[in-house]
Structures are given as structure tokens and as C-alpha cells.
């Protein structure tokens, strides 16, 4: 018999690259891992209730369509039609989606798919601009627009902070190299920090 | 004070002087310089040989419109050919040279063929090298490189590092002449997003060209301080050295030279900006770019633009010529006069082909001598104009002269308005083609728009910029009203002057002459379109810029046509050369597309794995291990390793769907070809997927893990494609299915455990407490059971036909299981294995796979047309029914094996009967999937071969003419070991 | 070329993959001959036209997208899922 296996570490999708790129101080880039999701994706015609009953669960309304709400430990980003990206720092996150939204929509755990960054500091838009499709102008983008774009042929989600002075890009774990190959090349002239989990 | 340097005004830094060289002669220009105004202080006429004559040639304009002056600037891999002088800004350690002459530019060989020019007329290569083709490559093509190359690739890779980026805006302008000065700070003041481009390192246009006055300041003075304003501003972006290239559907797209401008890039630093501009409104205020006029040895160096001259003589203070005459038919040229009067160097002569002049036009040259009613009939020097010969009222007559400023009249830059297809029309009363039907979005500002004075540009860029801003929700203070002369600009068209004894060139950089148009037109090429391709004007890197409007003026003249009867001109983008570069970005080589990496990726890179690539992922392709020298024998050990005891491989690659609704089961039964709605809980169901025209899509497994939780698993290579296709069948084909689907190939890593010993391993792993017996999980069953602090899901199923399992971990676990399957069966002798041995067991096994889903398969091909139920509609049923797709004598999946033992198969080669001649009448088909079979000590392939299943044991030719392969092998059952499934169960 | 997608705003056309005409309707079940046009047969009109377009780097839905094939002038977008079924 095998000896027991112990040692079952959880890793990110940024785990190991973390770096310091020129100065470093340009962006910022740190990775959020840990937090649970779920991809909720509301029953037939049951979207409007689907979103009611995350609202319930954030205490704040939620909508469908490309928004954030965010309500304590849990944010839902709208996806697409009927469809929600869920993050949350709770570990039965799926459990309670599931629960509350039982007859209302298909709950699929998705903790591990996804790499996220949070991205700031003084050059961010300088350096967003190089990869985005997208005008992040506040006329353009509000603080609660959800965007599920593409950067480099990578498809992201993406959201800011209510300040806007944070962007959080969610991205396929398998692409974490290229995104920061990207990412490394665009922000190389301001200076960048990653730091991963 | 370099020779033809002025000594006092000019926009450049006196204080900084510049070394730069050419031809590698050091020379010394300023900051502020071009490399063309730089030649021209050094009183460097000659700067090029022509394209088709090596022609001797000097700097035409001192623009983006340069049609001579090309040169090659930078050495070794940053060697960039085809550069224009005019447009290179001077930097210390500027290495250029002269391009297209041998042995050197004084003396330059292939000048001979101009002597030749009888036989180098339009369609000359057309009608010279038609045949026989076969020379082409060998002899023709690389002669005429030769003589003909427009300056010399490196030959090294790119060394410099590129970007793109997106910028959004209310108002993009294009131009920052008075025009574009004007909108953008109208629009910028009124508070709407503005974005200006300008391909000079310094905004103002003509204003830094010209003596005029901008609300009583000099030009230079009035542009700076708008530059200032516009700075200020938030809201406004500022581009320079940013060439807008093409207009495209709703966006521009503009190239922004960084670092060209450096003696070093500096590290880190992109050379190029590639600029998607996203904007609501677009107003193009290019300006216009003179016309030259065709007459005999109009080439010679030191016949320039009148404009052009004017701009070195006030932007530059350099001195084009001491001796200059002006041959103009536009009040404009005058200036020029004015210009060399002020420097202290009055024109030799002003020869105008019209015989009336306003007064305050001919006040513009002074006491100079003035010739009304004249033209200029040839040009005469070699390597520097010596003397024009002029014909008019007085007769003829020699004018000694080393220089000739010539202007016929201004072509608004209206390229970009075209490049969608929108056409310009032309203006008799400006003898110029001007906006018509614009894109919607695009307005034209200025003398863009043929309104050519400065007053009317400043008063243009106002009102339009004011109308963008309101447009997008702003409201200007009030339109402000720059004060500016609106000076003289009549033009009396005059194109060509015929009679003339030396070439007449329409086309500089093309060498075409009037005598090729001339050609042309008796040869029938009379449309505008054919012209440019018989003769090649307008073409390469000035985009006919000096030549469109002329080529178009003289083939009217010689069809007996008006101008807008023979065509018009029109562009396509990109209006001045991209690098390559620059369109890649930062997508090269290996980064062209992303890479994924499984979660165990790092796991596999410490086994020593060979990755390969596999569609967007690397997949370890085998597990070297010491002493092992060649792939076959790695690959070979890790088969027979599984096929003896366990081994595991990383199939997290493979797509991943979850599925969830009251409906999946009748949407499964419409997507597959087989039937899904039976599928109890806990089962697994292999699958075949067709396309709309009955030929395979994709193949895999779906299980049924619970009442409502459904997973699908689609081959790595068509994960995305299924994934479409599904969300095609939902939403476009049965919307009022209660369905729901997401991707979770990102979720799970996952792990084939295969061997007989594989459910040893698994109990290893699982532990005492969990039950993976036959009984609780047999083939085709599925599970989820806890594994360390999760949960995995495990499947039964078999790739390689041995007992076997896929094991799924949340993909932050996926390092870790690959871990603990490693432990767990150190004692099983547990052997990591790649996408090789996968291929080879699956090959042994009979499974198809991408080679045999290759798109021109139906299932009955591969053996699978037992799996078309009968008993539904599926996508892909009805086309597959077809008669012809059902034939015996189509290509049928079988197995080979040669006669003798150790021959090698390769996939690619065709199958023949035996006996008959190796040609496509007699082709059976072809080879598949090859593979050694360890397990049968022998290569084995499988094939699609017609008749398959009707001809085991039958003996066939496999002949691979590409790589000289001819064996002999026997056709047998696809499936090569264990036929009965005994292993599958035990 | 940007695509006014409804569920995510205008949107890079790099982001969506193309698929055709919008018009043909998939026939019932057991029509070999109307399955032909359907897989087979595409009208080519010189003018606005129907078309479906997949958000595939955004919402991951189907359109239904209106463009004019001579300038590329889209007019309209909507879900296809919504739309009426044939
Ligand atoms: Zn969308």
C-alpha cells in the first residue's frame, strides 16, 4: 500500500509568477484567490425571479444584464442573458446559490476556473488601453458596468471598484501565462508588480 | 553653417547640432530637421536612383508624398528599406543610405537602361516574361529584383518590440494643420473627448511652412499655443508622429512611431503603436499635396514642389537652390517667390502658363524676370539640374538655373474618405477632385475639402469641430472666429506639357512616363483602374500622391474625355507603408496565439515531459526517462507499462460541459446522433455528434452524475466548437427548451488512470472507505466520492481499452492529484504517460479520433453507423441518410498491417490495389493514424479505405510518394488488441 | 467593424464569429429536399440582410444582426433566442 497522501495543497492560477518588471510601480497587479463561484444561469423564462432571489441573498437589486451588485461577502457580475457570474468568500457559496435559487436557475460551482487580478495604480488606463477593446470612459463605463470581453485573445470578465482606482479582470486559469505575457509587455515601460496568491 | 544653410530664421534648434550620415558621409544637420531638410542644408542634391531606369533623382517634396527620396535607414537588423527622407525626423547617429544603385550612387551601371527605355514601356514585364513560365522563379524574377529592388530587407528577424492599443473619442481629427488646430480645440474647449493625429513630430501644418498670420501672430507662434491649450485640456489626446492609415468600418486605424525618432530604443519601449481609434465623428483635415507637371526631364534633382521648396526655405531655413526658377500655373507658386526674396536668394525666373496674373500675385516676386504664357519644355543636367529650356509668346529660350520650383495646382489628401468606396468628384473651378459622397461620419475640413486659403481652413475646422462637440452633448461657448487673410489661390490647370525632348515622368517612383500612358491608351487600358495596373502608377509606397491626378489628366486628353468622364481616384488603405510589426503587435512566434496550461502542467515539466502542442494547450507528449535516447522507446515503454500495470495521464484538455434543465435529455437526444434521454444516473454514454450535413462533428462521453447535473466531454481540439454549436442548437434552433449549459473545462483538472492495476491505485488513493468494486462502479459507471478536502468525480470509461478511469479534481487540486496518483501508485509501479502512447493504444484499440474526424467522415465510415438511431430527429440525421454517403465503396475506417514485420507506416500515404500503377484513378484511399504497437511488435496503421470492411485479409500498396514509401500491407480489423473487450472488464 | 450587441453594447467585431444568413429556418422533421436548402442553399442579396453572429469573446449569445452587405451599416441587432420561431 502507497503511503498516505497528505499533502493536498490548493493552487491559483497565478501561483509561482509572481514578479517586479522596471520600477514596479506603474500597475499593480494582485491575485484574489480563495473566493468561491458559481456561473448561475436562470431556468426558462425565469430570469427576472432568478435575479429577485440574488438580490435577496445580496440584500441589494439585482438586474439582468452586464451589471455588478455587490451585497457583504458576495458579488454577481451579469454575464450574459439570464446568466450571472457569482464570487463569494464563503466557502458553502454553491450550497446557498443552489438553495436560493432552487426552480429559479442552474447553479454550476466554478471556484477553480477562473484567475483574477486585481489591477491598479497610476498607469492603469495607460496600460488597459494597450490590450482592451473597450472605452473605459466613465461616460462610456459606469463603476457598475460588467464587461466579458477579450485581452490578447483572452477572454476576461471585468469589473472595477466603486472608486474605479481598481480593476478586477476574472480570466480562465489555463491562460494566466499569457494574459501576464501580455500584461508584462504592456506595463513594462511604467513598471509592474504581480503578486500572486 | 553647413553650405546651403540660411542664417538666421527656420523652426530648428541652432543650438543643437546633429551628426548624422549618408551613404556614409558624416554629416551635421539640427534638432528639428528632417533627413531630407538636413541633405538639402548640405546642399545634397542627389539622393537616389530610379526604380526602373536608375535614373539619377534629388528630393521632390518634403512630404509623406516623397516619391524619390527613399532610403534605407539603420543598419544590420534594424535596416528599414523604402524610408522616406522627407519623413525621417534627424537623430544623432542617423545611418542612411541610398537605395537601388551599383556600384555607387554617382556611378550607377544599370543607368544603361535607360537607354534600353524603348523596351521598358508599360506592360514590359507583362509581355517580356509571359512564357515559358517555367523561367519565372530561375531566371526572370530574381533578375529583375535585382535591377529593380526598392531597397534591401535585412534578412534578420525584427528585433523591435510593437503594441497595439485602443483609443475611443467624440471627435478624431486627422491633421493638425489650421484646420484640424481649430476643430480640435473647438471641440476640446466645449468639453468633448477629442483625439488629434498628426504624422509630423510638431502640430501646425502649413503654419510652420508658410509667412502668415494667425489672430496677428505668426503661424509657428499661433499653432504653439494652441498645442499649449490643448495640452491643458483633459479631454483632449495628442498624437504625434501618427500616421492615420485607413479608414475602416466605423474605426481608423493610425501607426504612432515611438521610438524611430531615438538614437536608442530604449529598453522596454515598443518602437510602434499599431492605434485602433474608435471615434463618433471624424474630420479629416489632411491638407492638399501640390501637383507636380509633367514635362520633359521633370526628374532631374532640383526640380521640386514649389510648396516643398517654400517649406525648406521657412520651416528649415535650407536653401534648395541659389539659382531657382518657379514653373507654376497657381498663384501658390508665387509665394515661393516671395519666400527666396525674403532669404535673400530672388528666383532667377517666374515662368506662368497663364497670361493673366491678379496685380497682387505678381506684387509676391519682386523685380524677378516674369515669363506669362510660358511653360517649361524640358529640364536638362544629370546628376543636377543645369538649365530649363522654356517656350512661350517670346519664343524659346535657355535659362541658366540649378534649381526649379514647379506647382500645377493642389490634390486634397482625400484618401482616407475613399477607402471605403465613397468616391470625390472633381471641381473644374479648383482643377481638383474634392469631397462628394462621404462615409457618414466623415466630415473634410480645409484645403482636404479644396478650400484652400487659410482663412476658409480656420473657419472650416470651427464650424465642424462645434458641430461634433454638439453632437455629442456638448455645448460649445460660442464658435470662435480666428482671424486670418484669405490669400490668392486661382489655378488654371495645366498637367503635362507636351514637345518636350527629354522623358516625361507621371509616376516618379514608377518610372512611368507620358509615352507609357500614351501606350497604354493605344493598347485600349483606358479605364483608370487598368492604367495603374498596366503601368504600375500610382502604386507603392507615395500611393500616386504626385501622379494619380496627372496619369488621370493625360489618358482624359488622349481618349478626347473630360476628367470625371475617365475616372476618378481612389484609394485603398493602408495610406502610407505599416511595418509588419506593427499589425502583429505583440502576437509572434511562439505568443501568435495563447497558450493554455493544464493545472498539472508544472507537475509534468519536473517528470522531464515533451510537450506538444495540441490546439490552444501543451500536453506532455511523453516522459523521457534517463537512458532513454530515442521518443519511440519512451513511448513504447510507457504503453506496455499500461497495458501491464497502471498508468496516468492528464486529460484535464479535453472540453467540459456542464448541463442542467428539465430538458437536457431531449436536447442531448437532438444534438447526438445516439440516444441520451435513457441515461440512468450514474452512467456514462459514449456519444457521436454531427453537423447540420451528416458528416461528424465530434465525439465523447456525457454522464449523468445526478437527477439534474449532467456533464459532456468533447474532444481538446473541437471543445470550442461544440460548445458554439450547442449554444447554436439552444438558442437559434430550439430557444423553448428549458436548458442550461456552461464550460467548465477551466474547473476541473482530470486524470486517466488506465492498467489493469488501475483499481488498485484508485484504492490506494480513495482509501479503505471508498468503494471503486466492479459492483459499485462498473464499466461505464460514474461517481463522485471525497478525495482529500474535496470531492472528485470519477468516471469509468476507456480510451486505451484496459480497465480504466478518469478521475476529476477542482483544478486548484489538479498539481496536487497528479501528485497523489504518483504515490499512490509507487508501489504499483505507476508510469506517467503522454499523448503518444495515448495515440497508441487508441490506434491498437480502433477508436478514431481528429485524424478520422476530419470532417469528410460520416459515421458509417468509421464504423459507427450502428450509433444513428432510427428513432429521432437529430442535427445531421436527414444529410447522413443520403444514398451516397451510405455507399459501400466510400472510404471505410479498417486496420493495416504491413507484410513484413518492422515496415514502417505513415499517415498521409494512399492505398492501391496491388499490381496496378500508382495514379489518382487507381487511389482506394489513404493512411489515417500510424503507430508502433508495442503489443504486436509490429507498425500499425488505421486507413479509410473504399470497401474496407468487405476486404480484411486482402493484400494492398501503400505508397506514400512524398516521403518514397511503397510497402505492402494486409488489410485487417481496425481493432487490433483484445477485440472481445476481455480487458475493458478485467 | 463594431457590433451593437444588446446584452454587452457595441463590441469589436473580433469578439463574435460569423455563421450566415438568418433567413433559413431549420424544416421539420423528415423534409430531405427542404434539409438540403436549408444546409445548402444561401441567398446573396447586395443590400441589408439577416444575419447570424455568435459572441463568442463576450455573452456567448446568438444575434440576429441586420447589415447592409454593400457598406457593412448594421441597423439592428437582437437576441435570436428571442426572436419568433419559424
Ligand atoms: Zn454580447
Same mark, same amino acid.
Given at each position: ?14 501561483? &509561482? ?27 426558462? &423564462? ?8 440574488? &438580490? ?17 461577502? +458576495? !458579488? ?77 485573445? +483572452?477572454?476576461? !470578465? ?7 482606482? !481598481? ?25 509592474? !508588480?504581480?503578486?500572486?496568491? | ?21 549618408? #551613404? ?21 542634391? $542627389? ?22 527620396? $527613399? ?63 517555367? $523561367? ?13 529592388? =526598392? ?8 528585433? #523591435? ?23 480640435? =480645440? ?43 491649450? =490643448? ?20 474605426? *481608423? ?156 495646382? @493642389? ?21 481638383? @477632385? ?42 460649445? /461657448? ?33 518610372? *512611368? ?7 497604354? /491608351? ?97 500536453? /506532455? ?89 449532467? *456533464? ?64 459499485? =462502479? ?132 494512399? *492505398? ?10 487507381? #487511389? ?63 | ?86
Amino acid at each position: 500500500m502507497a503511503d498516505p497522501v497528505s499533502d493536498w495543497t490548493h493552487r491559483g492560477g497565478f501561483a &509561482g509568477l509572481s514578479r517586479r518588471i522596471g520600477s514596479g510601480e506603474g500597475l499593480k497587479a494582485v491575485e484574489r484567490a480563495g473566493l468561491a463561484a458559481a456561473t448561475v444561469i436562470a431556468r426558462r &423564462g425565469k430570469a427576472a425571479d432568478a435575479a429577485t432571489a440574488l &438580490g435577496r441573498m445580496l440584500g441589494a437589486p439585482v438586474v439582468d444584464g452586464g451589471k455588478r451588485t455587490s451585497g457583504g461577502d +458576495v !458579488t454577481v457580475l451579469g454575464t450574459g442573458p439570464g446568466t450571472w457570474l457569482v464570487f463569494g468568500d464563503r466557502p458553502a457559496l454553491v450550497a446557498d446559490l443552489t438553495a436560493a435559487l432552487d426552480g429559479l436557475a442552474a447553479v454550476v460551482d466554478q471556484s477553480d476556473a477562473n484567475a483574477i487580478l486585481d489591477l491598479s495604480g497610476p498607469r492603469l488606463v495607460d496600460v488597459l488601453e494597450k490590450g482592451l477593446r473597450l472605452d473605459l470612459h466613465p461616460a462610456a463605463f459606469a463603476a457598475d458596468d460588467v464587461a466579458v470581453t477579450a485581452i490578447a485573445h +483572452v477572454g476576461v !470578465t471585468l469589473w472595477m471598484s466603486d472608486d474605479r482606482a !481598481t480593476v478586477t479582470l476574472a480570466i480562465p486559469r489555463s491562460l494566466a501565462g499569457s494574459l501576464l505575457h501580455w500584461l508584462e509587455a504592456s506595463a513594462r515601460p511604467v513598471g509592474l !508588480t504581480v503578486e500572486a496568491d | 553653417m553647413t553650405s546651403h544653410r540660411l542664417a538666421s530664421g527656420g523652426l530648428i534648434d541652432r543650438a543643437t547640432p546633429i551628426g548624422f550620415s549618408f #551613404d556614409g558621409r558624416p554629416l551635421t544637420g539640427h534638432a528639428g530637421d528632417t533627413l531630407a531638410s538636413a541633405l538639402v542644408a548640405n546642399g545634397i542634391r $542627389l539622393v537616389g536612383r530610379s526604380f526602373k531606369y536608375h535614373r539619377p533623382r534629388g528630393i521632390v517634396s518634403a512630404g509623406p508624398e516623397e516619391p524619390n527620396a $527613399l532610403v534605407e535607414k539603420g543598419r544590420g537588423p534594424r535596416r528599414e528599406p523604402n524610408t522616406r527622407a522627407t519623413t525621417i525626423e534627424l537623430h544623432p547617429g542617423l545611418d542612411a543610405a541610398s537605395q537601388n544603385r551599383w556600384p555607387s550612387l554617382a556611378f550607377d551601371i544599370q543607368a544603361i537602361a535607360q537607354f534600353a527605355a524603348p523596351i521598358l514601356g508599360a506592360g514590359f514585364y507583362y509581355k517580356t516574361f509571359m512564357w515559358p513560365a517555367a $523561367l519565372w522563379e530561375r531566371l526572370y524574377e530574381p533578375a529583375i529584383r535585382r535591377a529593380a529592388g =526598392l531597397g534591401r530587407l535585412s534578412g534578420a528577424a525584427d528585433p #523591435d518590440a510593437y503594441e497595439k492599443a485602443h483609443a475611443f473619442c467624440d471627435l478624431l481629427v486627422i491633421g493638425a494643420g489650421p484646420a484640424g488646430l481649430a476643430a480640435a =480645440l473647438t471641440a476640446g474647449r466645449a468639453g468633448a473627448r477629442v483625439i488629434l493625429v498628426d504624422q509630423d513630430f510638431r502640430l501646425g501644418g502649413r503654419l510652420l511652412c508658410e509667412r502668415v498670420e494667425v489672430d496677428a501672430m505668426p503661424g509657428p507662434v499661433w499653432a504653439g499655443e494652441v498645442e499649449a491649450e =490643448l495640452k491643458s485640456l483633459s479631454n483632449v489626446r495628442i498624437l504625434t508622429r501618427t500616421s492615420a492609415f485607413g479608414l475602416y468600418d466605423g474605426e *481608423v486605424g493610425a501607426v504612432e512611431r515611438l521610438t524611430d525618432h531615438l538614437p536608442v530604443t530604449p529598453a522596454g519601449e515598443a518602437r510602434q503603436r499599431l492605434w485602433t481609434l474608435v471615434p463618433k465623428r471624424i474630420l479629416l483635415a489632411a491638407g492638399a499635396i501640390e501637383r507636380p507637371i509633367v514635362f520633359g526631364g521633370n526628374d532631374r534633382p532640383g526640380v521640386m514642389l514649389a510648396s516643398a521648396m517654400r517649406t525648406y526655405v521657412e520651416r528649415y531655413a535650407a536653401l534648395p537652390g541659389r539659382q531657382v526658377a518657379l514653373f507654376t500655373t497657381t498663384d501658390d507658386g508665387w509665394q515661393t517667390a516671395a519666400s527666396f526674396a525674403r532669404a535673400g536668394s530672388p528666383l532667377a525666373a517666374i515662368i506662368d502658363a497663364r497670361r493673366e496674373v491678379p496685380e497682387a500675385v505678381r506684387a509676391l516676386a519682386g523685380d524677378v524676370p516674369v515669363f506669362l504664357g510660358a511653360r517649361v519644355l524640358d529640364a536638362i543636367g544629370g546628376q543636377s539640374l543645369r538649365a530649363i529650356d522654356i517656350v512661350g509668346d517670346h519664343g524659346r529660350r535657355r535659362l541658366a538655373v540649378d534649381g526649379l520650383a514647379v506647382s500645377g495646382g @493642389f490634390n486634397p489628401d482625400l484618401a482616407l474618405t475613399t477607402h471605403l468606396g465613397h468616391k470625390p468628384v472633381w471641381s473644374d473651378e479648383r482643377a481638383a @477632385f474634392i469631397p462628394g459622397d462621404l462615409p457618414a461620419n466623415v466630415a473634410v475640413a480645409g484645403a482636404a475639402a479644396g478650400r484652400f486659403t487659410l482663412a476658409a481652413a480656420l473657419a472650416d475646422g470651427a464650424r465642424l469641430g462645434a458641430e461634433a462637440a454638439r453632437e455629442a452633448g456638448h455645448t460649445p /461657448a460660442e464658435t470662435p472666429a480666428f482671424r486670418a487673410g484669405d490669400e490668392p489661390c486661382a489655378v488654371a490647370p495645366l498637367f503635362h506639357v507636351e514637345g518636350g525632348r527629354g522623358k516625361a515622368f507621371v509616376d516618379l517612383q514608377n518610372d *512611368v512616363t507620358d509615352s507609357d500612358v500614351a501606350l497604354a /491608351a493605344r493598347e485600349g487600358f483606358v479605364s483608370v483602374e487598368h492604367l495603374k495596373r498596366y503601368t504600375t502608377l500610382g502604386m507603392a509606397t507615395d500611393q500616386g500622391r504626385t501622379s494619380s491626378v496627372n496619369g488621370l489628366a493625360i489618358l482624359a486628353a488622349l481618349t478626347g474625355r473630360t476628367i470625371p468622364e475617365t475616372g476618378t481616384t481612389r484609394a485603398r488603405p493602408p495610406h502610407v507603408p505599416v511595418a509588419i510589426g506593427a499589425l502583429a503587435g505583440l502576437h509572434r512566434g511562439r505568443d501568435f496565439k495563447p497558450t493554455r496550461l493544464t493545472p498539472a502542467h508544472g507537475w509534468a515539466k519536473e517528470q522531464g515531459a515533451i510537450f506538444v502542442e495540441s490546439g490552444p494547450w501543451l500536453r /506532455a507528449q511523453w516522459f523521457p526517462k534517463a537512458g532513454e535516447t530515442d521518443w519511440l522507446q519512451s513511448v513504447t515503454r510507457e504503453v506496455e507499462a499500461v497495458r501491464a500495470g497502471v498508468g496516468i495521464c492528464d486529460v484535464s484538455t479535453l472540453g467540459k460541459i456542464a448541463l442542467s434543465g428539465p430538458d437536457v435529455g431531449t436536447f442531448l437526444d437532438r444534438v447526438y446522433a445516439n440516444t441520451f434521454s435513457t441515461l440512468p444516473v450514474g452512467k456514462v454514454r459514449y456519444g457521436l455528434m454531427l453537423r447540420e450535413d451528416g458528416f461528424v462533428m465530434d465525439d465523447g462521453t456525457t454522464a449523468r452524475l445526478g437527477p439534474d447535473e449532467w *456533464v459532456m466531454s468533447t474532444t481538446t481540439a473541437n471543445a470550442g466548437k461544440v460548445m458554439q454549436h450547442l449554444a447554436f442548437c439552444h438558442q437559434v434552433l430550439w430557444p423553448e427548451l428549458d436548458v442550461q449549459m456552461v464550460s467548465v473545462t477551466e474547473q476541473w483538472a482530470q486524470f486517466a488512470v488506465a492498467g489493469p492495476r488501475s483499481r488498485d491505485l484508485l484504492e490506494a488513493l480513495f482509501g479503505p472507505e471508498a468503494d471503486v468494486s466492479d459492483a459499485a =462502479l462498473p464499466y461505464l459507471g460514474c461517481t463522485t466520492l471525497a478525495l482529500g478536502p474535496t470531492r472528485a468525480r470519477l468516471f469509468r470509461i476507456s480510451f486505451s481499452g484496459e480497465r480504466a478511469y478518469e478521475i476529476a479534481v477542482p483544478a486548484g487540486y489538479g498539481d496536487a492529484l497528479a501528485r497523489a496518483l504518483m504515490a499512490a501508485g509507487r508501489d504499483l509501479g505507476v508510469t506517467p504517460y503522454g499523448t503518444e502512447a495515448l495515440a497508441v493504444m487508441r490506434i491498437e484499440k480502433g477508436h478514431v479520433a481528429g485524424a478520422e474526424l476530419n470532417g469528410q467522415t460520416v459515421a458509417r465510415d468509421l464504423g459507427l453507423g450502428r450509433m444513428l438511431s432510427k428513432k429521432k430527429d437529430y442535427v445531421g440525421r436527414l444529410m447522413a441518410e443520403r444514398a451516397a454517403l451510405n455507399e459501400a465503396s466510400r472510404p471505410t475506417l479498417v486496420g493495416l498491417k504491413p507484410t513484413v514485420a518492422g515496415v514502417r507506416l505513415r499517415s498521409g500515404a494512399h *492505398v492501391l490495389p496491388l499490381g496496378v500503377p500508382p495514379t489518382a484513378e487507381h #487511389d482506394q484511399g489513404y493512411v489515417t493514424s500510424t503507430a508502433y504497437s508495442p503489443t504486436l511488435g509490429s507498425w500499425i496503421a488505421l486507413a479509410l479505405v473504399a470497401n474496407g470492411p468487405a476486404r480484411h485479409g486482402e493484400e494492398v500498396r501503400i505508397h506514400d510518394p512524398v516521403r518514397s514509401g511503397d510497402v505492402v500491407a494486409t488489410i485487417v480489423s481496425p481493432v487490433f488488441v483484445d477485440p472481445e473487450g476481455a480487458r475493458l472488464h478485467g | 467593424m463594431r457590433i451593437p450587441c444588446p446584452y454587452c453594447g457595441p463590441r469589436d467585431s473580433s469578439e463574435f464569429a460569423y455563421h450566415g444568413d438568418a433567413a433559413p429556418r431549420r424544416p421539420a422533421v423528415g423534409n430531405a429536399a427542404a434539409m438540403a436548402d436549408y444546409v445548402y442553399l444561401r441567398a446573396n442579396p447586395a443590400g441589408p440582410m439577416e444575419e447570424l453572429w455568435y459572441h463568442a469573446q463576450g455573452c456567448r449569445s446568438w444575434l440576429v444582426v441586420t447589415r447592409d452587405t454593400r457598406d457593412h451599416a448594421i441597423s439592428n441587432a437582437r437576441l435570436a433566442a428571442t426572436r419568433s420561431p419559424a
